[in-house]
């Protein structure tokens, strides 16, 4: 493979491509000449990726991952050209609040579960099947930190991530005797549109997640993803967990009396 043909006669699909790490993802595989299947909600964000890149490599779709019609029909309507698809990069997701489990919403943990498990669950069952028929692929789920450390107001959405890691390591077990990776893709505090959705559009408090500390960024957990998809095709990335320098571990906290 030269430096430049990684991503070359692939097809990837990205879910949540019209912001933070699926954007960036999406722009590196059609810098190196790879197809993308873009998807999101916003139909406005997909329309100026589709104008900047000017390229038949990108397919554009307004797809809500949790609306299970949208998902059959996004995969049952592809252009020829794009249904062989090699990549899934399961990536579309949100915390929604940072309340305590008594406080919080449930409408809010109702829209986690629905896009970070049934969303990617859905995604996964509808694009496996071809996956396997070709015997070949790559799919990255997005986890967290999240799913592994807990911390105070983390409630549903770190469950939804530790979801997504084990939903990883079952997949390759029933993978076994397949040319398909599947990778837990779990970072840490990047700075992304994350912390806005969390925060209910609230720049100031998003902006306080970040301050004074050098997080990921967006291109970082792509070019992450890339060194995947450069390793020869039977390596498999079972768990990575990134985070940037300036993030670590606190001890366990306790509570006294006095
Ligand atoms: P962004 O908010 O920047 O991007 C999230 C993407 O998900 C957007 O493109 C959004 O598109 C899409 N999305 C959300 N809900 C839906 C839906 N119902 N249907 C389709 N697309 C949807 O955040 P990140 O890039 O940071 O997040 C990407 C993933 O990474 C998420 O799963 C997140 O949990 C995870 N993550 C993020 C970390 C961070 O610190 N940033 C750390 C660890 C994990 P649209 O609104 O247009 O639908
Ligand atoms: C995003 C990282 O620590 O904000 O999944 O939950 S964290």
């Known amino acids: 493979m030269t430096e430049n043909s990684w991503a070359k006669g692939r097809i990837a699909f990205i879910s949540g491509a019209t912001s933070g790490f699926g954007h960036a993802l999406a722009r590196r595989i059609l810098a190196a000449g790879g197809k993308v299947i873009a998807t999101g909600r916003r139909a406005d964000r997909l329309a100026a990726f589709a104008a900047e890149a000017a390229t038949p490599n990108l397919l554009t779709l307004q797809l809500d991952v949790t609306k299970p019609t949208e998902i059959?029909?996004?995969?049952?309507?592809?252009?020829?050209?794009?249904?062989a698809i090699d990549i899934l990069f399961n990536n579309a997701g949100l915390a929604l609040g940072i309340k305590g489990a008594h406080e919080a919403s449930l409408q809010d943990w109702d829209t986690m579960i629905a896009t970070n498990i049934s969303g990617l669950v859905h995604l996964t069952h509808a694009?496996?099947?071809?996956?396997?028929s070709r015997n070949r692929g790559d799919i990255i789920n997005v986890g967290s930190v999240a799913g592994s450390y807990p911390y105070p107001g983390g409630n549903v959405?770190?469950?939804t991530k530790a979801f997504v890691h084990q939903?990883?390591?079952?997949?390759?077990a029933d993978l076994l005797g397949k040319n398909?990776?599947?990778?837990?893709?779990e970072p840490g505090m990047c700075e992304t549109e994350f912390s806005e959705v969390r925060f209910?559009?609230?720049?100031?408090?998003?902006?306080?997640?970040?301050?004074?500390a050098k997080p990921l960024?967006?291109?970082?957990?792509?070019?992450?993803?890339?060194?995947?998809?450069?390793?020869?095709?039977?390596?498999?990335?079972?768990?990575?967990e990134i985070m940037p320098v300036c993030q670590?571990?606190?001890?366990?906290?306790?509570?006294?009396?006095n």
């Open 72 to 83: 059959t029909a996004a995969i049952a309507n592809l252009p020829p050209a794009f249904q």
């Open 127 to 132: 694009i496996l099947p071809g996956m396997v």
């Open 157 to 159: 959405y770190g469950a």
């Open 167 to 172: 939903f990883s390591l079952n997949l390759r």
């Open 180 to 185: 398909i990776r599947v990778t837990s893709f």
């Open 200 to 212: 209910a559009g609230d720049k100031a408090a998003a902006a306080k997640v970040y301050a004074s």
């Open 217 to 240: 960024s967006a291109d970082d957990v792509a070019l992450t993803i890339e060194g995947f998809l450069r390793l020869p095709s039977h390596i498999n990335v079972n768990t990575i």
């Open 248 to 257: 670590a571990f606190s001890p366990f906290a306790v509570h006294r009396e």
